[in-house]
Structure formats: structure tokens, C-alpha cells
């Protein structure tokens, strides 16, 4: 199984830029697809980001400009820059991954969800 693992979370002021990182090892050679969203407690899971296997990304309106999602296929961990942080991003960020593959050694883990555990980003005014 996958267990992704998160870092980079932390507390900074409003223009401020934060990297948040999500470590997929399990996946080996196998692909995979990462989606990076937000969370705030009473309210509904909100679309940050998304990479897929072939470095396609794609981001929310509400981060467009200032936010870059990349990654590393080798050591399978995808990235999220944040830069010119707002108040508003302030949240419980999360990396979800999902197989791709149909290849049989691949195949336990394709179109499988696994959840990072989250990582708090609070931007200060």
C-alpha cells in the first residue's frame, strides 16, 4: 500500500511563499496522478491543484498565478510552491495520489485514493 507523507506546512505572513511536499514511495515505477486540496473544518473540500503522471498540471482560479505544482517522478514526490501567500489560503492541505497503471504489478494500486494526513498552512495578515 501507499502511505503519502506530507511536509512543508508552517505559519507565515500574508506575500510570504511556502513549498509543501507529498511523498508517494510505494509506487515504485508504477504512475501515478496527485491532487493537492484544502479543508477547512465545517466546510467542504476545496480543488487546489493537479498533476498527472505525464506533468500535466492544472490549478483552482483562486490560485492560478501563485501557486506551481510540480514533480519528481524518480523519487515520486510532487511539490506545491505557494508563493504571494493570503490570508484566505489559510488551511489543512491535503495530497491525495491515485494509480494509474494497468500493468499487473501496478494493478493493487490502480484507481485507488491514498491520503496524505495533512499539513496546516496559516498565513497571518
Known amino acids: 500500500s501507499v502511505q503519502p507523507v506530507q511536509s512543508g506546512g508552517g505559519a507565515v505572513q500574508a506575500g510570504a511563499s511556502l513549498r509543501l511536499s507529498c511523498a508517494a514511495s510505494g509506487y515504485g515505477t508504477c504512475p501515478y496522478s496527485t491532487t493537492w486540496y484544502r479543508q477547512d473544518p465545517g466546510k467542504e473540500r476545496e480543488f487546489v491543484s493537479h498533476i498527472d503522471f505525464g506533468g500535466s498540471p492544472s490549478y483552482a482560479d483562486s490560485v492560478k498565478g501563485r501557486f506551481t505544482i510540480s514533480q519528481d517522478n524518480d523519487k515520486n514526490v510532487v511539490y506545491l510552491q505557494m508563493n504571494n501567500l493570503k490570508p484566505e489560503d489559510t488551511s489543512m492541505y491535503y495530497c491525495?495520489?491515485?494509480?494509474?497503471?494497468?500493468?499487473?504489478?501496478?494493478?493493487?494500486?490502480?484507481?485507488?485514493?491514498?491520503w496524505g494526513k495533512g499539513t496546516l498552512v496559516t498565513i497571518s495578515p
Open positions: 491525495k495520489t491515485r494509480g494509474v497503471s494497468v500493468l499487473q504489478r501496478c494493478r493493487d494500486d490502480r484507481g485507488k485514493d491514498y
